[in-house]
């Protein structure tokens, strides 16, 4: 017998050290947290992992007065539960901090006001500061828009090349417009989102490209903090319920992470339980909870919110532990279900688009059952802004053309 250790018992040896490693959600194994990978070798996606963490509730709320850019992002503001990496290092807009709105007796956390106008800003910081670190020569994502413009703009920062790759004819304008201006490469794939996300998959081993979407467990890190920041906007008290929509299943994934250590951190004493929504049409992670997730689905995907139109969500597995920690619920909407509540959150002056209204279309439904009672604090999360989609915020009777004339507007306004 050789005394040199196997590859396999390095890897396992070599981080015990580290502060932070990479670990299997599956068979536990461990990586360096500087290994380029994102699943194990047995096929289980990794997460960052650390000691513990070191950050108390008083330090958190410190930095939310203090003007340094690491303080003011709602996502550097918790850093040593994020990624333990020097100040200098941080590629960050900053992002996050944004507002919770309490409407009709329900609060809303609007990540659509975030730099890039979504969520994923909070995942992208932690990404391509981690990108930077490896050296990456070129950072990749498939995306349904969000993702694109996102990851645009956070590579333009850190002056790396980004490509994105997109299903050809089915991203919203404005989100190709933001994603080619930030100065990226588009690859608009023939084929659905999930066919483009299985081609960056194969293009980035093969090309040795950092890949950036939610399978990358560094975004996953940065997107734990909407949970965190919306904890810390309730003063610690945690909510019965957070509701967010559901489709590649990062979203879903982080907030589970996010609330295991809050707990685990002593920051919260009980855990709200999660309600993920998919569109009908879209809808791979439903059937697997109806099911008692006793199998995996996948879909051919078709709904109007163009941002969850995901049918083989790459997070399935760690979305399904974030439900079962949390004694979450996993329900569908219609599509009609969806476009009424983003007109009822647009009618609140608020807004936001298609994709972020399964949440309050969600919240309806789990009312009617009986699942969520009356009472209960429940925190929807808006994902995306209003203007992601136009067509579907537009309301053609508001529109009148007139001669510019008194005249003309006193008829117009039927005076
Ligand atoms: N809401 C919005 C506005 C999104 O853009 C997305 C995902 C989701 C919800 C679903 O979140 O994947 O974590 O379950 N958009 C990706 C993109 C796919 O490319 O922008 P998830």
Redesign the pocket.
């Known amino acids: 017998m050789s005394e040199q250790p196997t590859a396999g018992e390095a890897a396992l040896a070599a981080p015990t050290t580290a502060r932070e490693w990479l670990q299997c959600g599956t068979c536990a194994r461990r990586y360096p947290l500087d290994e380029v990978r994102y699943t194990c070798d047995c096929g289980g996606l990794l997460a960052v992992e650390r000691a513990a963490i070191a950050l108390d509730r008083a330090s958190v709320e410190a930095r939310r007065l203090s003007r340094a850019p690491a303080d003011q992002s709602g996502v550097w503001r918790f850093r040593e539960a994020v990624l333990d990496v020097a100040r200098e290092a941080l590629v960050t807009h900053p992002e996050g901090a944004t507002r919770l709105y309490e409407r009709g007796g329900l609060l809303f956390k609007h990540?659509?006001e975030n730099p890039t106008g979504?969520?994923?800003d909070r995942g992208m910081t932690v990404a391509i500061t981690q990108a930077v670190r490896l050296g990456a020569r070129a950072v990749a994502?498939?995306?349904?828009?969000?993702?694109?413009?996102?990851l645009a703009a956070y590579a333009a920062q850190a002056g790396i090349p980004g490509i994105v790759f997109?299903p050809a004819g089915k991203v919203a304008s404005g989100?190709l417009a933001q994603t080619l201006a930030y100065g990226a490469r588009c690859l608009q794939v023939r084929g659905d989102?999930d066919a483009a996300m299985r081609l960056v998959r194969e293009a980035c081993d093969k090309l040795g490209i950092y890949l950036v979407?939610?399978i990358n467990p560094f975004r996953i890190e940065g997107?734990k903090t909407i949970v965190w920041e919306l904890l810390q906007d309730l003063d610690w008290q945690p909510p019965d319920w957070i509701v967010?929509?559901?489709?590649?299943?990062?979203?879903?994934?982080?907030f589970g992470k996010a609330l295991r250590e809050a707990k685990a951190a002593g920051w919260i004493d009980k855990l709200p339980r999660l309600a993920?929504v998919q569109a009908r049409g879209a809808n791979p992670f439903f059937r697997s909870f109806a099911e008692g997730f006793a199998n995996r689905h996948r879909v051919a995907a078709e709904t109007v919110?163009s941002?969850?139109r995901?049918g083989d969500?790459v997070?399935h597995d760690r979305?399904v532990a974030a439900i079962r920690d949390t004694n979450g619920v996993v329900t569908e909407v219609s599509d009609e279900e969806l476009m009424a509540a983003k007109r009822t959150i647009d009618g609140m002056g608020i807004g936001?688009?298609p994709?972020?209204a399964?949440t309050l279309a969600g919240v309806e439904r789990l009312r009617r059952e009986g699942t969520i009672a009356p009472r209960d604090r429940v925190v929807c999360v808006?994902?995306?802004?209003l203007l992601?989609d136009p067509e579907a915020a537009w309301r053609p009777e508001g529109l009148v053309e007139i001669e510019p004339t008194v005249a003309a507007v006193e008829a117009a306004l039927g005076h």
């Open positions: 990540e659509g979504s969520f994923k994502c498939a995306s349904t828009g969000n993702t694109s413009a996102s997109v989100k989102f979407n939610s997107q967010v929509p559901a489709g590649n299943l990062g979203n879903t994934s982080a993920a919110a941002a969850i995901i969500p997070s979305a936001c688009e994709a972020s399964t808006l994902t995306g802004h992601k």
